[in-house]
């Protein structure tokens, strides 16, 4: 916290408010999420989540704690904070393609804070991250999101309930008209 104090106090440092005030919203597209969500997992989890890495978050891909469905997107793995994290590329793939589990759940002891954890194929639980950006910005956990926007999958069309095709429409206009 002294370090970051000594950036801020920069002549040179750029400082921009994050609102707590403001929810931010989802985009159409409930797999991705806004920027503003996408900001502020960064500056929540400031490193990759799983234990012992240290690479920035500001470059680690923001993983779905749950997976996301895709076929029915109200089933689970919501694109929200408290399921959302970000994760380096190489663990992102180790998490996504092996035995590998996470969970995220929130502080019991903290309220908006959050912790993770790891699950290892053989069953031993790791605990993630020792701090995360809520130790150096507390009122992280004031800020607070919209919940997503579920659209229900599009109803499959039916055929057209005509009583006679096009063409004998078609016709059919015609000859009346002619008459």
């Not at 104090?5 to 408010?17: E, I, K, N, T």
Request: glycine fraction near 6%; charged fraction near 30%; include cysteine.
């Amino acid at each position: 916290p002294d370090h970051l104090r000594d950036l801020a106090d920069r002549s040179d440092a750029v400082r921009r408010p994050m609102d707590p005030q403001r929810a931010a919203h989802q985009p159409a597209d409930p797999y991705r999420p806004s920027a503003a969500l996408e900001t502020f997992v960064r500056a929540r989890d400031q490193y990759c989540t799983w234990p012992g890495c240290n690479n920035p978050a500001e470059t680690a891909d923001l993983d779905h704690v749950t997976e996301y469905d895709h076929d029915d997107p109200g089933v689970g793995g919501q694109t929200t904070a408290l399921n959302l994290n970000g994760k380096c590329r190489f663990h992102h793939t180790l998490k996504t393609f092996t035995d590998f589990l996470d969970d995220q759940y929130p502080d019991p002891e903290l309220p908006g804070r959050v912790l993770s954890t790891v699950t290892t194929p053989e069953g031993r639980t790791v605990p993630g991250p020792a701090h995360n950006g809520y130790d150096l910005h507390p009122e992280l956990a004031e800020i607070t999101f919209d919940d997503p926007v579920v659209h229900p999958p599009p109803e499959p069309e039916s055929p057209p309930t005509r009583r006679r095709t096009r063409l004998a429409a078609v016709h059919a206009r015609r000859r009346a008209e002619r008459a």
